[in-house]
Nanobody, 116 residues
């Protein structure tokens, strides 16, 4: 089954940018809807963005719309999250998610910290 590994997190100043990557272990990932979620300390995990299997359809949370862009490269079994104009409130652990019917997979998460 598909396993997901996130990378690209780190410490950035407010207004800066980061690109997160989520690499899948199998080519069957190209059939999955993929998404990004985040969880800040003391808060519930929240939806950030999703992308369909072909990349033709994307959805964003209002809090990141216009600042974050989700994309995927199925030739590399990878989904990306480009984050611009980062704010301190974007600080969280970011998780990659892949869904295909009843199958739902999560990565281990990558920390993003935005300093003011």
């Amino acid at each position: 089954q598909v396993q997901l590994v996130e990378s690209g997190g780190g410490l950035v100043q407010a207004g800066g940018s980061l690109r997160l990557s989520c690499a899948a272990s199998e080519r069957t990932f190209s059939g999955y809807t993929a998404g990004w979620f985040r969880q800040a300390p003391g808060k519930e995990r929240e939806f950030i963005a999703s992308i369909n299997w072909s990349g033709s359809s994307t959805t964003y949370a209002d809090s990141v719309k216009g600042r974050f862009t989700i994309s995927r490269d199925n030739t590399k079994n990878t989904v990306y999250l480009k984050m611009n104009s980062l704010k301190p409130e974007d600080t969280a652990v970011y998780y990659c998610n892949a869904v295909l019917g009843p199958i739902k997979k999560w990565g281990q998460g990558t920390q993003v910290t935005v300093s003011s």
